[in-house]
């Protein structure tokens, strides 16, 4: 099966710039190991990040059809500098019917914190299989190692209805594997795709 390329957009995680954090090296671990192609761009503004999103949907990049969204979140939206952010009702706008045969991962704290049928409108509105992320706030490292398995396990599977299908399966149940740091809990990740009912 032909690698899905993963087309990643990432925010700066610390004011102080001085810390580098970044989920490059997972990108390039996969490339290396399976050979999975990736575009990695920073993104401090919401006007970078419109403007790689522009460039996403553009049939130049069709060969990467995962889109890794690597931000500071929170209920419905994803987050620049701490102050300004981006919703998935204006992303879906952005993307609006661009996105046949993708998959849209939001690694970000709580975005995906809102109803389903809201996220349903929103993979009918930007013709996407699958929209995943977290429901709570997560720890970076775990969230991280848990993205590069995710990235991982949507390899094994055609980007359309059944392989969205199993492919959401499986990914749900890796999740319950994560646990929050000091806790009992999980991380609260949720995959939604097309092959799923109201």
């Known amino acids: 099966m032909t690698a899905k390329g993963i087309f990643c957009l990432e925010g700066i995680w610390d004011n ?35 403007f790689y999103l522009s460039k996403f949907i553009q049939a130049t990049y ?39 045969k993708t998959v849209i ?3 970000s ?12 409108s929103f993979l009918s509105n930007t013709g996407a299989l699958a ?20 990235l991982s396990e949507l390899q094994h599977n055609i980007f359309d209805g059944r392989g969205i299908k199993s492919i959401a399966e499986r990914s749900n149940r890796l999740a319950k594997s994560f646990r929050l740091p000091d806790s009992d809990k999980n991380i609260d990740f949720k995959m939604v795709s097309i092959a799923d009912s109201c």
């Open 105 to 107: 991962i939001i690694g």
């Open 62 to 100: 069709k060969k990467y059809p995962i889109l890794y969204l690597a931000f500071h979140g929170k209920e419905g939206s994803i987050m620049f500098n701490g102050r300004e952010s981006y919703s998935l009702d204006e992303m879906s706008d952005s993307l609006k019917g661009k996105c046949k």
């Open 109 to 120: 704290c709580s975005t995906m914190d809102i109803r389903k049928q809201h996220l349903k």
């Open 16 to 50: 102080d710039l001085r810390k580098r954090s970044t989920v490059e090296p997972i990108l390039l671990l996969l490339k290396q190991r399976l050979g999975i192609p990736y575009i990695h761009r920073d993104c401090a503004t919401v006007h970078e990040f419109e």
């Open 131 to 150: 929209v995943c992320g977290y429901r709570n706030d997560v720890d970076w490292m775990r969230s991280t190692a848990f993205e590069l398995l995710l």
